[in-house]
């Protein structure tokens, strides 16, 4: 079946100016042709009719913990399983349509969610799965509550930790998620928030463990995304071969040139920072959650996370590191994973354009799938959206799932409103 996307103003988020008259052909979950102006159409063809409508590729969150059902994360290790995996199925269709088209886990995910997509039992984005959080006992992925829960028991159910501590440990923790065909690691190096025990300015893993969870991921062909929130945990990450900084929200002016030089990029999440100080209080986020968000600790100025976190952005985009959008999401919070691309217009100040390519073709790069999405051309995957408006100009376009009218994942069509 050959599917037309015909007439619409369109986006391809690798040039810089968009096209009028645009449509697409998608053969086989391929785009197979492109071109503007009006041509025949051949018998058998469904067409689209996507006149004042924009046409743009499917968006990517580098960032989600959309199986993490929880606003304590913590919590979701003591729900009651089944009642879990309905509420990730739930937030799956909620990111597809928000015109999310691949997510990237940072934490908490299972290969037998990526296999429930892929196999059409639910409605969801492309999913790219790490697991569980790599932590040291007492780290940022140590949700036992001052050592009284001993959730690490639990975990064969529910995969949102993995305390790791030591070099052979470590080792074998990585080996454990190449045996469960994970796309990539998720370390913790440096403290966080969202969990009970540790603080932001800490740093917890030694530069040994972080080449070692480099290495065996190397040797495997797969990467190495890394909670860090502090410069000295950035510092590690550049230079341990760490492929993407989630967060990086104290990264200095050194570090930044040290990330450009080894070719690390950032992943903003100002996203998850904006939701907790604004909602987490009547949402159920704890005392210590909240108080770590506003004092971290992490600078001589007392910059708050989010601070922080919109100063990072700006300094490597101003040292040309690739900068990708992340939500951090997870629990109620699905479906608005958007807001962080708004964010790195409003907070870090993108043009609109610059924002939807950093949830796009950036995106794609940071994920190893920069020849198959992230980006409208042809022989790439078809995952395209359509929405109503121009989010090139006005991003809060994408910020209603409302205006995303077609969400389209490897020529399948899994949302339209169109009439
Ligand atoms: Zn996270």
Not at 274 to 280: L, R, V
Request: glycine letters at 10%; aromatic letters at 6%.
């Amino acid at each position: 079946m050959i599917t037309e996307l015909s007439n619409g103003r369109m986006l391809d988020c690798v040039g810089d100016v968009p096209f009028e008259n645009a449509n697409i052909i998608v053969e086989g979950g391929i785009i197979k042709d492109i071109y503007t102006g009006t041509r025949q159409h051949k018998t058998d063809v469904m067409v689209v009719n996507c006149e004042g409508k924009t046409i743009m590729p499917g968006l990517i969150d580098a960032h989600s913990h959309y199986a993490v059902t929880t606003v304590d994360m913590g919590g979701v290790l003591t729900e009651f399983p089944f009642f879990t995996a309905l509420k990730i199925k739930s937030q799956l269709e909620k990111i597809v349509d928000a015109g999310f088209t691949t997510i990237r886990d940072g934490g908490g995910g299972h290969w037998s969610h990526k296999e429930a997509v892929n196999s059409g039992l639910i409605n969801g984005p492309r999913i790219l799965v790490c697991g569980p959080l790599m932590s040291v006992t007492g780290g940022h992925g140590d949700f036992n509550v001052r050592g009284t829960m001993n959730y690490a028991s639990k975990t064969p159910f529910i995969n949102l930790m993995r305390l790791c501590d030591g070099e052979d440990d470590c080792r074998k923790a990585a080996r454990e998620q190449f045996q469960m065909w994970c796309d990539h690691l998720k370390i913790c190096i440096t403290g966080g928030c969202a969990s009970p025990n540790d603080e932001p300015w800490q740093v917890h893993l030694s530069e040994t463990e972080i080449r070692i969870f480099c290495e065996e991921a190397a040797a495997h062909g797969k990467y190495v995304m890394a909670h860090s929130l502090n410069d000295e945990g950035n510092r590690l990450a550049a230079e341990c071969g760490v492929r993407s900084i989630e967060h990086g929200s104290y990264l200095t002016e050194g570090t930044a040139q040290l990330m450009k030089n080894n070719g690390t990029r950032l992943v903003s999440t100002t996203a998850v920072v904006w939701w907790a100080e604004k909602y987490g209080k009547e949402n159920g986020a704890s005392e210590w959650f909240l108080r770590k968000l506003a004092n971290p600790r992490c600078s001589p100025d007392g910059a708050s996370i989010m601070e922080g976190s919109i100063r990072a952005a700006k300094l490597a985009t101003d040292c040309g590191i690739p900068v990708g959008s992340g939500s951090d999401f997870f629990g109620v919070m699905c479906g608005g994973e958007a807001m962080n691309i708004k964010f790195l217009v409003d907070l870090v100040g993108l043009s609109p354009y610059q924002a939807l390519k950093a949830a796009t073709s950036v995106n794609a790069e940071i994920l190893c799938l920069k020849d198959k999405t992230g980006s409208i051309e042809t022989e790439k995957w078809a995952d395209i959206i359509i929405v109503d408006g121009n989010p090139d100009e006005d991003i809060n376009v994408i910020t209603e799932s409302a205006k995303i009218r077609m969400v389209m994942k490897d020529g399948k069509i899994l949302k339209n409103t169109l009439s």
